[in-house]
């Protein structure tokens, strides 16, 4: 009885395994020969392929500088800057250093080439406004990380099959976005904004040494042959110069990734505080500007004040994850919210109540644009007044917003349509104090 129900435990058992080792295996359709044959082809920058990326970095700059999601994605699919990446991957894995000297060299001709492409397009005066496509590929964090190391391993892996999955290669061209990063620098150096191109050229960077690495990787995990050399001395040197290299790509690689984790981190607790002084406490913050190297907050508020007990807990919080001693900038200035162009509609109609409540808003710059909707409510008004009423019940003042609306005699429900306006001024003002009184 036992071995009988032993056996069927160890058929489920290996049937499991079974299934795994058939779904996950990547060994059996592996051609060697071939992948290592496509890769190199890919290599070279040289004719059509030198015209075929002057013309990618064209189309993905437009892209970028109209904000076009999906022209830049046609540029991506062209574009063959992957080829001497995974060239500089298989060469570290296969001990060649030929291919490496290869790859390398291609490699920086693509990268120059990238970059005097888009420089000469956004040197163009007409095209040099910074577009939110732009602005996204200066600021790398932890998940631009992963999506290169992931998408380097499903493109080797993908090259090593018999049948290509030409799909698979066309969404991790997409995926890793090599073009845009280039286009983006290029921007900056026509523009001469610093901060564009270094963030960028790092963005690009990661990119470059994950795929490189996750190449590597796959190569030595499907232990593709050696390149053969019949000197040994040589031989040697050679495989000296190969581990060097590989040391070189793989420790900035767990650089980066701590790096922009930390970074990544930071931000979201950032993110999260303010996130919730936004929904529970009623205050509105604008102008962020979160500095993870400098360990550095600085942003304005609208509104409710943030209270010393919550600024205490956000630093207990940084600290206890490693930032220690981060200096809070907190503005609370309407003039800067004025300047700034980032703010949405119910940041702007917040922004407006603060002001009219704080008798800081010119009342003229808004007055016009609330009278014409207020008549658009409701064409029985005749005249719309605005005034500040100051209410004493002797033990303090308050200064009361009132619109004063003088209605066409034959109104009927003159009080229920003052009322009705009043709600629609106070919720459009955020100010629940506001009056509306109707005058003859």
């Known amino acids: 009885m036992e071995n009988g129900k032993e056996y069927p435990r160890k058929s489920m058992l290996q049937g499991i395994t079974l299934f795994l080792k058939e779904t996950f ?12 044959d496509d890769v190199k082809a890919g290599i070279p920058i040289k004719g059509q392929t030198a015209w075929v990326l002057i013309f990618s970095i064209l189309i993905a700059s437009a892209g970028l500088n109209t904000s076009s999601t999906a022209v830049v994605i046609g ?41 005097i492409t888009s420089f000469l397009y956004f040197s163009i005066p007409v095209f040099q406004n910074e577009t939110p496509e732009l602005i996204a590929r200066t600021a790398p964090d932890v998940r631009d990380v992963i999506i290169a190391f992931a998408g380097g391993l499903a493109l080797i892996i993908a090259f090593s099959r018999r049948s290509k999955a030409i799909t698979t290669i066309s969404g991790v061209a997409i995926a890793t976005a090599l073009m845009p ?44 042959p050696f390149e053969h050399y019949l000197d040994s001395k040589r031989k040697k040197i050679i495989s000296n110069v190969i581990y060097v290299s590989a040391f070189v790509i793989l420790i900035p690689s767990v650089f980066f990734f701590y790096k922009l984790y930390k970074q990544s981190d930071f931000n979201q607790t950032i993110s999260h505080f303010i996130q919730e002084q936004k929904e529970k406490k009623g205050v509105l913050i604008f102008d962020i500007d979160k500095n993870h190297s400098k360990k550095e907050i600085s942003f304005a508020i609208i509104g409710n004040k943030i209270n010393e007990k919550d600024l205490n807990k956000l630093k207990t919080l940084l600290s206890q994850k490693g930032y220690g001693n981060v200096k809070i900038n907190i503005v609370k200035n309407y003039q800067e919210a004025d300047k700034n162009k980032t703010l949405n509609e119910d940041e702007k109609i917040l922004l407006t109540s603060q002001k009219i409540a704080n008798n800081q808003y010119p009342i003229a710059a808004v007055f016009e644009d609330i009278s014409k909707e207020i008549h658009a409510i409701d064409t029985c008004i005749v005249e719309v007044s605005y005034g500040r009423i100051l209410k004493s019940n002797f033990d303090s003042i308050d200064t009361i917003p009132t619109f004063y609306i003088k209605w066409k005699e034959e109104t009927i429900d003159v009080d229920f349509k003052n009322n009705q306006i009043q709600n629609w001024l106070r919720v459009k003002t955020e100010n629940p104090k506001l009056k509306v009184l109707a005058i003859q």
């Open 181 to 224: 990063p280039l286009c983006t620098a290029g921007f900056g150096l026509a523009t001469g904004k610093w901060h564009f191109f270094g963030g960028a050229m790092f963005l690009f960077s990661i990119n470059t040494i994950f795929i490189a690495t996750a190449t590597f990787i796959i190569v030595r995990f499907l232990k593709f």
């Open 25 to 36: 295996n990547i060994f059996d359709d592996t051609d060697v020969n071939a992948t290592i």
């Open 75 to 115: 540029a991506m699919l062209i574009s063959p800057l992957m080829g001497p990446i995974m060239g500089i991957g298989l060469s570290l894995g296969i001990n060649d250093i030929f291919l490496l000297r290869k790859a390398v060299n291609n490699f920086g001709i693509m990268v120059v080439l990238s970059l």
